[in-house]
């Protein structure tokens, strides 16, 4: 039971994380953010040397761990700030579906950048190995990772949380998110606004590939798609732009997965995840908005 | 010479003319009015004096200086302030983040835009309203706030765009007592564009009245009330916004 409860807990973490980084965009941007994905993967391609072989050659991931989250962490915020700054910023003015395919495109170019150095073969890696063993907790047994996981994600979320509601930036970002013509006229500083939402949504998905990579063993260019999938549909529950929709859609999706995996019969189980898509889809019937509904989407004049 | 000055000042759109020629001008401690019918230009004005609307002939001066090519938070922060039609607040905020957001946007720090905040609604009367959520205020209230955000690093000019529209005859009296506080304890330039022209004779020192984008008449409240061009003007466009003119011109 408790297994079931922390299953729950360090998958839904993943997905909360996954959601926060696409609301963030969304909300200051209306962008949909499709290569959000495809960060991960390169955040964790970043560690490795090129090669086509099947054992990772680790370069950067040498580095002990202390060095190596925030590495990382860098390199997912610094793929997001650039992509902020090549690609979406001239489309500042373009519908949000333009910016949509956009993003579709960038993500391409950057698994196919993965996939010419890399090849497509998934590759064993053994990132952070302490992580792996076993602890117990109050008689369940699980991974450190998973402890680890589900911790470290609390304290993302409570500091991006304060960061957010108490610091002068987290303030801007706010009356941008809700009004972003409005918050510009009043002179917030709109590029420095859009650029920080990147680097947070960056430094988040740097954090989805080091618990993927470690908790996996492998790492593979398509490794963020099915994440950034999820995490999509907690943002659309959740409601479109609201932070804290996303984090409990997140948990929610998580949590609905972990347990019909447990309480579907076995020859059920391998369609577990049109049972997660059935339980969205009812979602949706009732409550459209989403959990949370934003209330700068909804009254956009 | 302090003034902010709209110098014959023309828009057009799409060869449409929206404002031909108009001249204007705002004093620090006096009060401006600005009516017309629907559609004589009014709001274009505004846009115009704030930066979101290029003038397609003239200029808006200020203290003799003119404010071509700067964007709306340029103007801002040169101390044009205005309010918009409707309030546009940000409504899941808090009042109170309402006002210190401007503050920051001005490029106080947090410490300073929450302190101006405080004493800002304070002054305003308001101070019990810092904590709620702007989107649930009542009508009035937030056309409270939204002055109170224009208010914020004590702009030389306000522009307050309708902020008696759907008020209460007490509600209008009580906003007429807050902008002349604004021009006499601030020493603050107001220009008020108002459809409830009552409110505007009693309030403003001076009157420009616009008609199909054109000034049709420049004066004293007296001159206004007196004058045969503003009753056609407003004859002429439909019955209900001719009704509140005829009311005080008895």
């Known amino acids: ?301 | 010479m302090g003034q902010l000055e709209a110098d014959n000042i023309s828009v057009a759109f799409a060869g449409l003319k929206a404002l031909s020629d108009v001249r204007l001008s705002v004093t620090p401690g006096h009060i401006t009015g600005l009516i017309g019918p629907n559609g004589a230009g009014k709001t274009t004005l505004v846009n115009v004096l704030t930066g979101f609307q290029a003038p397609t002939a003239g200029a808006v001066r200020l203290d003799g200086h003119s404010l071509a090519g700067l964007q709306p938070h340029q103007v801002r922060r040169r101390g044009i302030a205005r309010t918009f039609q409707g309030g546009r607040l940000f409504r899941d905020l808090p009042v109170i983040d309402n006002l210190e957001v401007t503050g920051v946007g001005l490029g106080q720090s947090r410490r300073a835009a929450i302190a101006e905040a405080q004493a800002m609604l304070d002054w305003m009367g308001i101070a019990p309203l810092a904590d709620q959520i702007a989107g649930t205020l009542p009508y009035t209230d937030e056309r409270r706030v939204a002055i109170g955000r224009a208010l914020m690093g004590r702009p030389g000019y306000i522009l307050l765009d309708e902020p008696a529209a759907g008020m209460s005859a007490p509600e209008a009296a009580e906003l007429a007592a807050l902008i002349r506080r604004i021009a006499r304890d601030l020493n603050c330039g107001v220009l008020l564009i108002e459809h409830n022209v009552g409110l505007v004779l009693e309030t403003c020192d001076h009157i420009v009245v616009l008609d199909s984008g054109a000034v049709i008449e420049d004066g004293p409240p007296a001159q206004i009330r007196a004058s045969e061009t503003v009753r056609h003007a407003y004859m002429g466009t439909a019955a209900d916004s001719a009704l509140p003119v005829l009311e005080v011109m008895e």
């Open chain 1, 1 to 301: 039971m408790l297994q079931v409860l922390f299953d729950a807990l360090s998958l839904g973490s993943l997905y909360a994380l996954g959601a926060l980084g696409i609301a963030l965009i969304f909300g200051v941007m209306r962008l949909v953010n499709f290569a959000h994905g495809d960060v991960i993967a390169f955040a964790v391609f970043a560690l490795l040397w090129p090669s086509v072989d099947a054992v990772a050659i680790v370069f950067a991931g040498k580095m002990p761990w202390f060095l190596l989250i925030p590495f990382i962490l860098a390199v997912g915020a610094g793929l997001s700030v650039l992509s902020e700054v090549v690609v979406f910023r001239r489309f500042r003015h373009a519908s949000p579906a333009t910016m949509m395919i956009a993003s579709f495109a960038l993500g391409f170019v950057i698994r196919y950048f993965l996939l010419m150095l890399f090849s497509s073969r998934p590759k064993s890696i053994s990132l952070l190995p302490a992580l792996s063993q076993p602890v117990e907790v109050l008689g369940a047994r699980m991974p450190l990772l998973q402890l680890i996981t589900i911790v470290a994600t609390l304290v993302m979320l409570t500091g991006l949380s304060v960061f957010v509601r108490r610091t002068r930036f987290g303030l801007e970002m706010r009356a941008a998110a809700e009004n972003f013509t409005m918050a510009r006229m009043l002179g917030v500083r709109a590029n420095r606004v859009i650029m920080g939402a990147f680097a947070l949504s960056g430094a988040l998905a740097g954090a989805i590939a080091i618990i993927l990579g470690s908790q996996t063993g492998t790492v593979d260019i398509q490794m963020g798609g099915a994440v950034m999938l999820m995490a999509f549909i907690a943002t659309v529950i959740g409601g479109l732009g609201s932070l804290e929709g996303a984090v409990l859609a997140g948990f929610l999706i998580g949590a609905a997965s972990v347990v019909m995996q447990t309480v579907l019969p076995p020859e059920a189980r391998p369609f577990r995840d049109a049972f997660v898509y059935g339980a969205v889809i009812l979602v949706l019937l009732f409550r459209p908005q989403g959990l949370i509904a934003a209330r700068g989407t909804k009254e956009r004049v």
